[in-house]
C-alpha cells in the first residue's frame, strides 16, 4: 500500500462517526493529515480543515465527507426491545440479522443485533411486512426498558453496523461499512501528504476539507463552503459499480470497481473544471469513467457548487460495490488513481483560472 499508509487506513476506516456524531473519525483524520499541512481548522459542528501554502487569495478545496449511515434509538418497549429509525440513507431491507453498536454518552458502546423474524414464522404469516420502522428492532440482550436505560441506551443514542475494513482477493479490493465517504477521505489527505513529500509549492491557498453531516443533507459542505468561499472545490464521494445482476446499465450507466476514477457530468459541474480534470487524466495516462447524473449530483459538490454566487466545482468518485451496506466494496487500485489524479489536477491549477472558462 505504497500511495497509502496502512495504519492510517484502518484506523479511520475503522472508526465509527455516524452523522453528527464524527468526530472518532475527524480525530484520526486530523492527527494525520496536521503532519502535511501549515494549520488545521475546526469548526463548531465538526468540520476538519488542513489549510496548505496559506499565503494565496485564490482559495482551492479538495473534499471529503465523513459521516457514515446510522441508526437512531425512537422507542424501547417495557421488554427491552428497541425500534429504529433512520439517520441517514440507512436500509431497513438489510437490518434484520445484522450486529450493531449502541454508542453512548460516555463513549463506550454496546454490541447487539437487529433481530429478524425466522423463516418458519414468514413461512405461516400471510401478511408478513417488508422490515420497516414499525417491525425493525434491536436486541442487546436486556430485558426491560429499564435494563436498557440502566446501561445508558436512551432514545436519541446512536446504533451503527459491525463492518470492519477487511482485504479480500489478496487485498486486490477491500471492504467496509464506511467507503461511503471516508474512501474520499483517505484520498485527499494522501494528496496533502504527497504534495508535503514532493515539496509542491501550490499558487494558491489549499483547503483540505473533511466535512460532517452528508448524509443528512449536504451539511458540513454547506458550512464550509459559507466559511471558505473557494473559488474552485473539488470534491470526492463514491457511486454505483452497475457490474452486479441488480442494476439495469440503461438507466443506471456503465460503471466498474476497478476501472478507474469517474468524472461526473451534471448541472452543477463547471465545463471548464471537469475538461481541466479529463484532460489531466488523459496527459497522466489515468484512465476514468464517465457518469451522467440528471439534475445535480447529490453530492457535496452541489453544496459549493450554488453557495457564494456560485462556485465553479467538480466530482471525482470511487465506483462502489452494494452500497449504504455494511459490505461496501472498492478497489485498491480506483483508491490509488484517486489520489494520483486529484494531486496532478491541483499541479495544473493556477490562479488565473477563469471562472467562466467553458
Known amino acids: 500500500m ?34 502535511y499541512s501549515d494549520e488545521i481548522i475546526t469548526r463548531p459542528y465538526g468540520n476538519v480543515i488542513a489549510v496548505v501554502n496559506g499565503s494565496s487569495d485564490f482559495k482551492v478545496v479538495i473534499e471529503a465527507h465523513s459521516d457514515e ?61 417488508l422490515p420497516n420502522i414499525e417491525n425493525v428492532v434491536f ?72 466535512c460532517v453531516q452528508e448524509e443528512v443533507g449536504l451539511l458540513g459542505a454547506r458550512m464550509a463552503a459559507d466559511f471558505i468561499k473557494p473559488d474552485l472545490a473539488i470534491c470526492t464521494d463514491v457511486c454505483h459499480d452497475t457490474q452486479s445482476p441488480y442494476y439495469n446499465k440503461i438507466k443506471d450507466g456503465d460503471l466498474k470497481c476497478g476501472n478507474g476514477p469517474v468524472v461526473t457530468y451534471s448541472t452543477s459541474i463547471h465545463i471548464g473544471l471537469r475538461k481541466l480534470i479529463e484532460r489531466v487524466a488523459k496527459n497522466t495516462n489515468i484512465n476514468i469513467q464517465l457518469a451522467f447524473s440528471s439534475g445535480t449530483t447529490y453530492t457535496d459538490t452541489d453544496a459549493f457548487a450554488y453557495r457564494n454566487g456560485g462556485t465553479p466545482s467538480a466530482l471525482i468518485s470511487l465506483a462502489t460495490k452494494y452500497l449504504h451496506s455494511p459490505v461496501e466494496m472498492i478497489s485498491y487500485k480506483d483508491l490509488h488513481f484517486v489520489i494520483e489524479l486529484i494531486y496532478n489536477v491541483l499541479l495544473n491549477i493556477d490562479a488565473n483560472f477563469n471562472k467562466s472558462n467553458f
Request: glycine residues 10%.
Open 2 to 35: 505504497s500511495d497509502v499508509n496502512k495504519d492510517f487506513f484502518f484506523k479511520y476506516m475503522n472508526a465509527n462517526a455516524p452523522s453528527g456524531y464524527e468526530y472518532s473519525g475527524q480525530k484520526i483524520w486530523m492527527d494525520y493529515v496536521k503532519q
Open 69 to 129: 449511515i446510522s441508526w437512531g434509538v425512537n422507542y424501547i418497549t417495557k421488554e427491552g426491545y428497541i425500534y429504529v429509525d433512520r439517520n441517514g440513507g440507512s436500509d431497513y431491507d438489510i437490518a434484520p440479522g445484522m450486529r450493531g453498536y449502541v454508542h453512548l454518552d460516555n463513549g463506550e458502546k454496546i454490541l447487539g443485533v437487529f433481530g429478524l423474524a425466522p423463516i418458519h414464522i414468514k413461512r405461516k404469516s400471510e401478511d408478513h411486512k
Open 139 to 210: 436486541d442487546c440482550g436486556c430485558e426491560s426498558d429499564k435494563e436498557v436505560l440502566e446501561k445508558g441506551i436512551h432514545p436519541g443514542s446512536i446504533i451503527t453496523f459491525v463492518g470492519d475494513l477487511q482485504g479480500i482477493n489478496n487485498d486486490k479490493y477491500y471492504i467496509c461499512r464506511a467507503f461511503d465517504n471516508r474512501a474520499g477521505g483517505i484520498a485527499i489527505a494522501e494528496v496533502a501528504r504527497k504534495l508535503k513529500e514532493n515539496n509542491i509549492k501550490l499558487p494558491f491557498t489549499l483547503y483540505v476539507c473533511n
